[in-house]
T-cell receptor, first 111, second 114 residues
Framework: GQNIDQPTEMTATEGAIVQINCTYQ??????LFWYQQHAGEAPTFLSY????GLEEKGRFSSFLSRSKGYSYLLLKELQMKDSASYLC????????????FGTGTLLAVQP | DAGVIQSPRHEVTEMGQEVTLRCKPI?????LFWYRQTMMRGLELLIY????????DSGMPEDRFSAKMPNASFSTLKIQPSEPRDSAVYFC????????????FGPGTRLTVL
């Protein structure tokens, strides 16, 4: 299988920094996405990593280590509106390219 | 521009009934994906189309599920007969370059099978 592991829940304080980790099986790996999903809404794209290193986009950054099968999403200057589920999704190649999602990390930002 | 459109937004039906979910992708997007989301299993890919042709349906649970895309602006996901375990949120997403590209999700259809 293509197990994707991320913590189920996390809690952080407004204004702080939080790191959400994701590990995955490296065989067939073609890239990694992070999506944000607010309760009752659709997932929306946050970031895409295919090469090792850090991709920064405003308050959000995403890191990838292909050899270790590891990624993290870093959220800075947390705001209450950042309370949501964060989905790690791995693109696996083969006969067809498929995006496999983790079960998501529910982040609660507290005042 | 309008995003991905799905209908209905909510569907409640009884076990054994046929359910049809509908999706209109973003204009110009050649790829369309159907996902199912549950608390236990997360977001699972059911099937995806490229230029109206099914490319990978390995995620379709069983023969009770079928999907069609008769043209570039419309797709359906049908469950017949429906069972309580099919209760989930079903999302449709579209993209320009397939799974390697950003996928734009519709608002989802929340299905409850009693």
């Amino acid at each position: 299988g293509q197990n994707i592991d991320q913590p189920t829940e996390m809690t952080a304080t407004e204004g702080a920094i939080v790191q959400i980790n994701c590990t995955y099986q490296t065989s067939g790996f073609n890239g990694l996405f992070w999506y944000q999903q607010h309760a009752g809404e659709a997932p929306t794209f946050l970031s895409y990593n295919v090469l090792d290193g850090l991709e920064e986009k405003g308050r959000f950054s995403s890191f990838l280590s292909r050899s270790k099968g590891y990624s993290y999403l870093l959220l800075k200057e947390l705001q209450m509106k950042d309370s949501a589920s964060y989905l790690c999704a791995v693109l696996y190649g083969g006969a067809t390219n498929k995006l496999i999602f983790g079960t998501g990390t529910l982040l609660a930002v507290q005042p | 521009d309008a995003g991905v459109i799905q209908s209905p937004r909510h569907e409640v039906t009884e076990m054994g009934q046929e359910v049809t979910l509908r999706c209109k992708p973003i204009s110009g997007h050649d790829y369309l994906f159907w996902y199912r989301q549950t608390m236990m299993r997360g977001l699972e890919l059911l099937i995806y189309f490229n230029n109206n042709v099914p490319i990978d349906d390995s995620g379709m649970p069983e023969d009770r599920f079928s999907a069609k895309m008769p043209n570039a602006s419309f797709s359906t996901l049908k469950i017949q007969p429906s069972e309580p375990r099919d209760s989930a949120v079903y999302f449709c997403a579209s993209a320009t370059q397939g799974a390697v590209d950003t996928q734009y999700f519709g608002p989802g259809t929340r299905l409850t099978v009693l």
